[in-house]
């Protein structure tokens, strides 16, 4: 039993629940619409920028403190990375990023680890994001990068 409650926990802390809060943008301006995604120690605020980029802000539970962030995730021209590896909590990094609605599923892959499949999390709002993926990456261990994959398995880029 031990087993299946450390199981939950792990889901709990890499799925998250999505809600609708009032949170911030770019800056510590709050933004009427930004979305926040909870684990147990973080959230992650959506919203859009004056430029009508996507931002995505890792903050403390309570949302008060700001541990990384920033604004773009654009797979199109003015290019930027469709995701990216931030500093989190107690030492932690975590990668998250923008998904559009043709992604289905994530998939994370780093040497010597399983791949493991997260399903974005719908989020309502901003710009083009229908959702967002964060995963915690475990500690000790490097080298991760993340793809997309439509409902049928084909690949689907990450970002907007």
Known sequence: MQSRGNTMRLLSLVLGLAVVLPGCGGSETPNPTATAVHGVDWSLLVSENG?????????????????????????????????????????????????????KTVAGKAPGQP???????????????????????????????FSGQDASGKAASLGL
Do not use: M, N
């Open 51 to 103: 430029e009508g980029q996507v931002c995505l802000q890792l903050r403390t539970a309570d949302a008060k403190e700001v541990f990384s962030g920033g604004c773009g995730f654009t797979d199109s021209p003015p290019r930027s990375d469709p995701y990216g590896v931030f500093a989190g909590p107690t030492g932690s990094d975590f990668a998250y990023g923008p998904v559009t609605a043709q992604v």
């Open 115 to 145: 791949v493991v499949r997260l399903r974005p999390i719908r989020v309502h709002g901003p710009g083009r994001a229908a959702g967002v993926f964060v995963f915690r990456i475990p500690k000790g261990t490097s080298g991760w990068l």
